[in-house]
């Protein structure tokens, strides 16, 4: 079983940097690919990124591409998401959540996520 603890969030003006890191708990961490969603207002929760279980490959949602880098690192039991460039749209609450199978970007594909971090990004 995999827990997932999320942190890196918080308030930082347009065109700024954030740093998102997952720390999961248990010893099958790297058998999971892990994924990064995140949850606005008034939305459905939306897929950001995904990387394989190895971390070989990674995959990005059309509106992270060439800003957000996934991430990670299975000695140290930590996924990642590096934000560059941010918007005021990137707003929402950010989850990571891993998923046994192969990679995926559904959000139901997902068995463990982490409670949330906020991100916030003002004009």
């Known amino acids: 079983q995999v827990q997932l603890v999320e942190s890196g969030g918080g308030l930082v003006q347009a065109g700024g940097s954030l740093r998102l890191s997952c720390a999961a708990s248990g010893r099958t961490f790297s058998s999971y690919a892990m994924g990064w969603f995140r949850q606005a207002p008034g939305k459905e929760r939306e897929y950001v990124a995904a990387?394989?279980?190895?971390?070989?490959?990674?995959y990005y949602a059309d509106s992270a591409k060439g800003r957000f880098t996934i991430s990670r690192d299975n000695a140290k039991n930590t996924v990642y998401l590096q934000m560059n460039s941010l918007k005021p749209e990137d707003t929402a609450i950010y989850y990571c959540?891993?998923?046994?199978?192969?990679?995926?970007?559904?959000?139901?594909?997902?068995?463990?996520w982490g409670q949330g971090t906020q991100v916030t990004v003002s004009s």
């Open positions: 990387v394989t279980w190895s971390g070989s490959t990674t």
């Open positions: 959540a891993a998923a046994s199978g192969g990679v995926t970007f559904r959000p139901s594909s997902y068995a463990y």
